[in-house]
């Protein structure tokens, strides 16, 4: 049973940069899988932020892409997210969650979420 | 973006009824359609995948149909543990898009 697991501050000031990382237990990141993140808040739902191959490969939301970085870490099974420039607007539940192979941009297993405020 | 519009925003109804939730693409998507269940503090569940693949360990009253712009979940008999949000999201052309998701309450 594939398990993951966020973790990152809760709490960010305007203009700082936000880190998250999500710990994967129960399979190998270097799977046939693409390893994505998704962010919910009340004013705009769920948003899909962009993923990343075990090659390095990533696919980034164009609206956040010039703010976004998703990188892997093999050697800790884990991969990470770093959104630039934070604003209130990116206050919101980040989930990390792993793509099924049996079909693209299929979300097959979610980590729990984390709540991240931006706020000073 | 692809924009995905799902109706009703909430529906209310009873144990044992069938529900019918609909969800529209605003463009042609094949059958590269999701569906996910939410309740109040946990991340989605994954229900049906490709429009109409019903998802390892779901119940069988969960089905899903359509292909192109117009798609439906429906719930043959509803249960008490189904009451919950639903959404659905385009797995067709990145950025992958979710509807803003209908609320299934009781009755």
């Known amino acids: 049973q594939v398990q993951l697991q966020e973790s990152g501050p809760g709490l960010v000031k305007p203009s700082e940069t936000l880190s998250l990382t999500c710990a994967v237990s129960g399979g190998s990141i270097s799977s046939s899988n693409w390893w994505s993140w998704v962010r919910q808040s009340p004013g705009k739902g769920l948003e899909w932020i962009g993923e990343?191959?075990?090659?390095?490969?990533?696919n980034y939301n164009p609206s956040l892409k010039s703010r976004v970085t998703i990188s892997l870490d093999k050697s800790k099974n884990q991969f990470s997210l770093k959104l630039s420039s934070v604003t209130a607007a990116d206050t919101a539940v980040y989930y990390c969650a792993r793509v099924s192979i049996l079909a693209a941009g299929t979300i097959d297993y979610w980590g729990q979420g984390t709540l991240v405020t931006v706020s000073s | 973006d692809i924009q995905m519009t799902q109706s009703p925003s909430s529906v209310s109804a009873s144990v044992g009824d069938r529900v019918t939730i609909t969800c529209r693409a605003s463009q042609g998507i094949s059958r590269w359609l999701v569906w996910y269940q939410q309740k109040p503090g946990k991340a989605p569940k994954l229900l049906i995948y490709t429009a109409s693949s019903l998802q390892s360990g779901v119940p069988s009253r969960f089905s899903g149909s359509g292909s192109g712009t117009d798609f439906t979940l429906t719930i043959s008999s509803l249960q008490p543990e189904d009451f919950a949000t639903y959404y659905c999201q385009q797995a067709k052309i990145f950025p992958y898009t979710f509807g803003q998701g209908t609320k299934l309450e009781i009755k």
């Open positions: 990343i191959f075990h090659s390095g490969s990533t």
